[in-house]
């Protein structure tokens, strides 16, 4: 039971983030292919996939039956997504002023006065026991 609810959480997963619902389009494929095969028998597979997506688009009769093949549009939304955020963005003008020059005031605190009032227990050398 474990394994049936990842199996189908995996699909749900891959057919709805990324691109591979298109798969689910193949009949539609056999089936066109099938169709020029009708109307050309010698017409292979190499040159069925050349005409739909290696040449130009051509708006012919049946366009409807060619974008409604696998991968030939796009309806997710992580391309609209990916495509609004790669928008560059204008540039920043940024203004750098020479720093100011500063005087540096130096405050001796009775430097002259001697050490008198240290304890001269802090300042012993270590003894020897």
Known sequence: MKKMAAILLL???VFGATDAYQL????KFV????????ENPNLSLADFIQIHYQDQLV???DFQQDMQLPFKTHNSDCCVAMSI??????????KINAPEQVTVVHILFNDDVPLLHAAPS???PPKVA
Do not use: G, M, N, W
């Not at 089936?31 to 009708?38: A, L, T």
């Not at 955020?85 to 940024?94: F, G, L, S």
């Open 24 to 27: 689910l389009k193949l009949p």
């Open 85 to 94: 955020a790669t928008i560059v963005p204008a540039p920043i003008e940024v």
């Open 11 to 13: 699909c749900l997963y």
């Open 59 to 61: 708006i012919d009769a």
């Open 31 to 38: 089936q066109h292919y099938v169709e020029h095969r009708h």
């Open 122 to 124: 802090v300042f012993q």
